[in-house]
């Protein structure tokens, strides 16, 4: 029996979730702002969570309906088969958001909702008492224009946390932003990366677990995994599929440099914690010394935005010099993610293209410079 899945996103990366979801040999694909929901089964699930880099979590759909009344709410909920994927000793909480809905108040609506399942999970189970002493689910009621969709969540903490991320230091990118930037730019794993303001070293990482076929969900835990529906044989089996398709061949060159030794220090940590330490080059330097090592390489980075006080100038100072050492090699690419509306008057380029993309709550364009490809590797040799 098929399953309906949600993956929801970071508005503006829709169709980078897409592309993965039709990569990964999902069905029924189709987006709408914030999220991208396909069929699946019980597997997808698991491939889901440990293969998208760039989703926010996934859940399993159980339901849409409309609903104007808190009557109409509790019977719709408790129409639904809640007892397909919770056990009779399963621990439930109900977590809520509404938006310009008849049914305003959110925690009325949790409460409704947690009733309407109990209920129904009576029903099934033919009893008044429930231990809850077995695995944790969380059900998100979701109305939009007196729209409700109600799902359990399989991921438990967001897929940005991949756990190689000790800890990170202030104003960090998630990690499915830092994929996602890499993933809309011309960088592929047989070019050069350079990440000239890399923090604690989310973009080079990100870049080079790509290039290794690493899955993003290899190291940590999801809430998914504890449930009898899906078994851990399956999440073992999984796993293991996914270290056999790890390619530790691939030496990529990915070079990261920030002015601050702490973040330098963190990103090597970070880096070794990911399993790919070894192909990264990180150094302690300033932006306005770095230098492009090679040709037809790709520039990808987050750098200061100029937010805090008496930053400002230093920040535009910054951009000044990046579009300086830009224009020392026009065989390369560069992508750059900001707030600073008047980036490309200091960086001295109109963008090739801009995107709208928020980082975290930040609303941010990302400045795509689009350099030639470079020779194909045949005329090369032939030379």
């Not at 040999?25 to 019980?42: C, R």
């Not at 009893?127 to 359990?152: P, R």
């Not at 969900?217 to 399956?234: D, Q």
């Not at 030794?261 to 970070?270: F, Q, R, V």
Request: proline content about 4%; charged content about 30%.
């Amino acid at each position: 029996m098929s399953i309906d899945l949600i993956a929801t996103t970071t508005f503006g990366l829709e169709a980078v979730v897409k592309r993965e979801c039709q990569a990964l040999g999902f069905q029924n694909i189709k987006t709408s702002d914030g999220k991208v929901e396909f069929t699946g089964d019980e597997s997808d699930i698991v491939k889901a969570n440990l293969w998208l880099r760039c989703a926010g979590r996934v859940w399993v759909k159980m339901g849409t309906f409309t609903a104007v009344t808190f009557t109409e709410l509790f019977d719709q909920t408790k129409a639904l088969p809640w007892g397909d994927w919770i056990p009779e000793d399963g621990k439930f909480t109900v977590v809520g958001k509404s938006v310009k809905s008849t049914l305003f108040s959110v925690p009325d609506c949790q409460a409704i909702v947690k009733k309407a399942v109990v209920e129904k999970l009576k029903d099934k189970y033919k009893t008044d008492w429930f231990d809850e002493t077995g695995a944790s689910y969380t059900i998100q009621v979701s109305i939009l224009k007196d729209v409700v969709t109600l799902a359990i969540d399989t991921s438990g903490s967001g897929l940005h946390m991949r756990g190689y991320r000790a800890s990170a230091m202030d104003a960090p990118l998630k990690e499915s932003l830092a994929s996602a930037m890499i993933q809309l730019s011309y960088w592929r794993k047989d070019r050069i990366l350079l990440d000239p303001f890399c923090g604690s070293g989310t973009i080079p990482i990100e870049a080079a677990m790509l290039a290794r076929n690493i899955a993003p969900g290899l190291n940590r835990k999801f809430a998914s995994e504890e449930w009898e529906r899906i078994g851990k044989e399956r999440w073992k089996q999984a796993r293991k599929e996914a270290y056999q398709a790890i390619d530790y061949d691939v030496m990529p060159e990915i070079y990261g440099s920030d002015i601050d030794p702490a973040a330098i220090e963190l990103a090597k940590a970070n880096a070794e914690l990911a399993g790919v330490d070894d192909c990264i080059t990180f150094e302690v330097k300033p932006s306005q010394e770095a230098t492009l090592p090679g040709k037809y390489g790709v520039l990808i980075s987050n750098p200061p935005y100029g937010e805090r006080i008496g930053e400002l100038k230093e920040v535009e100072n910054m951009y000044r010099a990046l579009g300086a050492t830009m224009k020392t090699d026009t065989t390369w690419s560069a992508y750059v993610i900001t707030s600073m509306e008047y980036f490309e008057s200091l960086y001295g380029r109109k963008a090739d293209r801009k995107r709208k993309l928020f980082n975290g709550r930040i609303k941010t364009d990302y400045y795509q410079y689009e350099g030639p490809r470079p020779p194909r590797k045949e005329k090369k040799d032939e030379e």
